[in-house]
Nanobody, 123 residues
């Protein structure tokens, strides 16, 4: 089992920045990749970004490419999502997740999920 705790959400004006953190504990040695997802009210959960734990290779959804940066601190078992140039449409609950093993596709195979952190961007 892997436990995930997100933090760093809040209210920010459009154009502003936030940094989300996700601390992992438990069987973290079995992590292939970690990802960030988000879910806005009335919408399905969508993929935001993912990072391969060993190499740091990152992949982003087109909607956030160039504005968001995912990174990790292996020593702290923590993944970050730096969000710049935020837009009202970025408003959502953001979740981090763990992908234990290599599977096809960047957006699938996530098994463990955090409880989420709210990000609200005002216009």
């Amino acid at each position: 089992q892997v436990q995930l705790v997100e933090s760093g959400g809040g209210l920010v004006q459009a154009g502003g920045s936030l940094r989300l953190s996700c601390a992992a504990s438990g069987r973290t040695f079995s992590t292939y990749a970690m990802g960030w997802f988000r879910q806005a009210p009335g919408k399905e959960r969508e993929f935001v970004a993912r990072i391969v734990w060993s190499s740091g290779s990152a992949y982003y959804a087109d909607s956030v490419k160039g504005r968001f940066t995912i990174s990790r601190d292996n020593a702290k078992n923590t993944v970050y999502l730096q969000m710049n140039s935020l837009k009202p449409e970025d408003t959502a609950v953001y979740y981090c997740a763990v992908k234990p093993t290599i599977t096809s596709g960047y957006t699938t195979g996530y098994v463990y999920w955090g409880q989420g952190t709210q990000v609200t961007v005002s216009s």
